[in-house]
């Protein structure tokens, strides 16, 4: 391990699995959540906004002092920190009366860990000496959408044969994995992307129009993808009155091996498709398959809409970085920081407004959705103001 950067991309495919645990074990919960501490669905989006307002805060912070402090020693204290949120999530509604503060407390740690995950993993990957940046790009980002199917799968499996109400257990056994990411980053070798004399500083990457341009293409990016898999479980125990367990599988299982395939696709198609160009037909699959979930009056229809979103978000996330990285070359971790704090700006408006909106309409998902269908095609825009300006810029 100590020689070997295919260590280091696999440590790396680790811990956006751990990331993956982060975000989507707790939503399987939700409607556990709802019944044994008596949680409504404002406070469920409140979980998710306490999530992913930690990940914004810590976004920031990494982007100023990760290389001050060196990506080895913030890596490393972003996994125990994951490892400490899974722990606690079942322990501390145990011990504390209060159970949904005991619920927010396990959740920031949880976005602790994942908010630094999200900052350092895609610099390191990208600092590894590999030939086709672009490809390992969405090849490291597509082991987040294993870990959700993994998370989803493994659970439900869990759930059916152990029970549900030994959810405490299966949280710390995911805690092993950030565990072993943990040890695994102790020992490879990891690379400097831009010294941090060379780096771009905030300002400049501030006064920038492209940068700009990214930055709302990443928000909307977090959010067209998080909007809805963290209301596809829910959507499809509501939506077809199935058991948990088939909801689960039809809802974020399906909805992230769509997203995955899409991710694997184009990483081996990297260097024959135009990043601008995928990303804007992404983003337009992504319109439709919002079309089809808020107004197929057939509910098996709109979950296939869920799945399809999966393919239009595959290349969103990592193709901005791309395009981002291609761009500004220089940009270093001050510019992998703040599209994290973008994107998790996206992952935190997304599915809380379309929580908020479907609470408001008497628990209505569709009416959610229809209002987070202004995040592709705002992307969409987004997209078609990249190009021109690269044109003006030829």
């Given at each position: 391990?100590?020689?070997?950067?295919?260590?280091?991309?696999?440590?790396?495919?680790?811990?956006?699995?751990?990331?993956?645990?982060?975000?989507?074990?707790?939503?399987?919960?939700?409607?556990?959540?709802?019944?044994?501490?008596?949680?409504?669905?404002?406070?469920?989006?409140?979980?998710?906004?306490?999530?992913?307002?930690?990940?914004?805060?810590?976004?920031?912070?990494?982007?100023?002092?990760?290389?001050?402090?060196?990506?080895?020693?913030?890596?490393?204290?972003?996994?125990?920190?994951?490892?400490?949120?899974?722990?606690?999530?079942?322990?501390?509604?145990?011990?504390?009366?209060?159970?949904?503060?005991?619920?927010?407390?396990?959740?920031?740690?949880?976005?602790?860990?994942?908010?630094?995950?999200?900052?350092?993993?895609?610099?390191?990957?990208?600092?590894?000496?590999?030939?086709?940046?672009?490809?390992?790009?969405?090849?490291?980002?597509?082991?987040?959408?294993?870990?959700?199917?993994?998370?989803?799968?493994?659970?439900?499996?869990?759930?059916?044969?152990?029970?549900?109400?030994?959810?405490?257990?299966?949280?710390?056994?995911?805690?092993?994995?950030?565990?072993?990411?943990?040890?695994?980053?102790?020992?490879?070798?990891?690379?400097?992307?831009?010294?941090?004399?060379?780096e771009s500083s905030f300002k400049e990457l501030l006064s920038s129009k492209l940068f700009w341009i990214l930055f709302v293409m990443m928000l909307?990016?977090?959010?067209?993808?998080?909007?809805?898999?963290?209301?596809?479980?829910?959507?499809?125990?509501?939506?077809?009155?199935?058991?948990?367990?088939?909801?689960?599988?039809i809802g974020p299982c399906l909805f992230a091996v769509c997203m995955g395939s899409a991710r694997i696709f184009y990483a081996k198609k990297a260097?024959?498709?135009?990043?601008?160009?995928?990303?804007?037909?992404?983003?337009?699959?992504?319109?439709?398959?919002?079309?089809?979930?808020?107004?197929?009056?057939?509910?098996?229809?709109?979950?296939?809409?869920?799945?399809?979103?999966?393919?239009?978000?595959?290349?969103?996330?990592?193709?901005?970085?791309?395009?981002?990285?291609?761009?500004?070359?220089?940009?270093?971790?001050?510019?992998?920081?703040?599209?994290?704090?973008?994107?998790?700006?996206?992952?935190?408006?997304?599915?809380?407004?379309?929580?908020?909106?479907?609470?408001?309409?008497?628990?209505?998902?569709?009416?959610?959705?229809?209002?987070?269908?202004?995040?592709?095609?705002?992307?969409?825009?987004?997209?078609?103001?990249?190009?021109?300006?690269?044109?003006?810029?030829?």
């Open positions: 391990m100590r020689n070997s950067f295919k260590a280091t991309i696999g440590a790396s495919c680790i811990g956006y699995i751990t990331q993956a645990i982060l975000i989507n074990f707790a939503p399987l919960l939700f409607i556990t959540f709802q019944k044994e501490f008596g949680l409504s669905i404002g406070q469920l989006s409140v979980l998710i906004a306490s999530n992913f307002v930690t990940e914004l805060i810590i976004d920031f912070i990494c982007s100023k002092y990760v290389s001050k402090i060196g990506y080895r020693k913030c890596v490393i204290i972003a996994l125990a920190l994951s490892v400490i949120g899974l722990v606690l999530l079942p322990i501390l509604p145990a011990i504390m009366p209060w159970k949904f503060l005991a619920l927010i407390i396990a959740t920031v740690f949880c976005g602790l860990g994942g908010g630094m995950i999200e900052v350092l993993i895609s610099p390191i990957v990208e600092a590894c000496p590999t030939e086709n940046k672009g490809g390992s790009m969405s090849f490291l980002h597509s082991f987040y959408c294993w870990g959700q199917m993994a998370v989803v799968l493994l659970s439900t499996i869990f759930f059916r044969t152990i029970g549900i109400e030994y959810w405490e257990l299966l949280s710390i056994i995911w805690a092993i994995v950030p565990a072993v990411a943990l040890f695994m980053f102790c020992f490879v070798p990891i690379n400097t992307l831009v010294e941090e004399s060379e909307c990016a977090g959010a067209s993808e998080i909007a809805v898999s963290q209301w596809a479980s829910a959507f499809a125990e509501a939506g077809l009155g199935v058991a948990k367990w088939i909801g689960d599988l260097d024959k498709i135009n990043l601008e160009n995928g990303i804007l037909v992404s983003s337009l699959i992504c319109i439709g398959a919002y079309i089809m979930i808020v107004f197929s009056p057939i509910a098996i229809i709109s979950l296939i809409g869920c799945a399809v979103c999966g393919i239009g978000c595959g290349m969103l996330w990592p193709g901005s970085f791309s395009v981002a990285m291609k761009r500004i070359p220089k940009g270093g971790v001050p510019l992998f920081g703040l599209l994290a704090f973008a994107g998790d700006m996206g992952c935190l408006s997304g599915p809380v407004i379309a929580g908020f909106i479907s609470d408001a309409f008497g628990g209505e998902l569709k009416a959610g959705f229809l209002f987070s269908m202004i995040f592709p095609i705002t992307l969409a825009v987004m997209v078609l103001l990249l190009k021109r300006l690269f044109k003006k810029q030829k």
